[in-house]
């Protein structure tokens, strides 16, 4: 049985820091966050909680960030000029490190997660 996280509906090209009180990870404890959505290669990062845990604010944080800095080393490590289908707002495939495909980060926000006995957090991620 998993922990589900509900976030609402966060943009994650323009999440600054907002503020959410509770505690969502466990202190002390090691976690694996999984990014998959819309990335043909999946990206995984170990990560450790300090000793008060980590908030539903920070987790948000951790996440945006991520997806930003995947988004950034994409168009660093693709052939393919990132840019957008003809006729359409969509993004076209790239060929870097995670084969981002059809979504903009601005297309994208960050609804829930999902926290297996693992502890390994999947994103539920809409355009």
Known sequence: MSKEIDF??????????????NSVLKANTEYTLR???PLGNPYEEKFQTGKVGM?????INKICTTYKAIYQEEAATSGVKVG???????RNKTN??????NHVIEDL????????????ITLGVDS
């Open 55 to 59: 908030s539903k604010e920070a987790l």
């Open 109 to 120: 926000c960050l609804v829930s997660a999902s926290i297996d006995k693992k502890n390994v």
């Open 35 to 37: 990014v998959d959505y």
């Open 8 to 21: 609402g509906f966060v943009p994650i090209s323009s999440w600054e820091n907002n503020s959410f009180s």
């Open 84 to 90: 957008t289908l003809p006729g359409m707002y969509n």
């Open 96 to 101: 870097g490190k995670y084969g981002i495909c």
